[in-house]
C-alpha cells in the first residue's frame, strides 16, 4: 500500500495548494481552470489505475471522480461570475468542493478513523 498511499498523499498535497490558492491569493480563472486540468489528469493517470478490490476505496474513487468534473464546472461558472458577490460565492464553493476531496483522501488514507466518526 505504501506506493498507493504516497499518491493519495501526492494528491492531498496538490488539493490543498490548490485550496489555499484560490482561498488566499487573486488567481485568475484561467489559471485556476489549467490547475483543475493537471488536477484531473494527476487523478487519471496516478490514482485510477491503482488497483484495489476494497469496496469503500473504489466507492471513494467514483466520488472523486465526480467532485473533480464538478470543481472543473465551477471554475467555469467562476469564468462567467462578472459581480464581487458571485466571484466570492463561486470561489467559497470551489473551496468547499476541494475540502471535499481532501476528506475523501483522507478516509482513504485512514480507514480506521472511518469506523470512529
Known amino acids: 500500500m505504501s506506493l498507493n498511499?504516497?499518491?493519495y498523499l501526492a494528491l492531498v498535497t496538490l488539493?490543498?495548494?490548490?485550496?489555499?490558492?484560490?482561498?488566499?491569493?487573486?488567481?485568475?480563472?484561467?489559471?485556476?481552470r489549467q490547475r483543475v486540468a493537471s488536477l484531473q489528469q494527476f487523478f487519471g493517470e496516478q490514482i485510477v489505475p491503482l488497483a484495489d478490490e476494497n469496496w469503500r476505496v473504489q466507492s471513494y474513487q467514483t466520488e472523486m471522480s465526480k467532485q473533480l468534473r464538478l470543481l472543473a464546472i465551477d471554475v467555469m461558472f467562476l469564468q462567467g461570475a462578472r459581480q464581487a458577490s458571485t466571484i466570492q460565492t463561486r470561489l467559497q464553493t470551489i473551496s468547499d468542493r476541494l475540502t471535499t476531496l481532501i476528506q475523501y483522501c483522507d478516509a482513504i488514507l485512514h480507514p480506521e478513523a472511518e469506523g470512529e466518526k
Open 5 to 7: 498511499r504516497e499518491k
Open 15 to 32: 488539493l490543498e495548494q490548490l485550496r489555499s490558492d484560490a482561498t488566499t491569493t487573486q488567481i485568475v480563472a484561467p489559471e485556476l
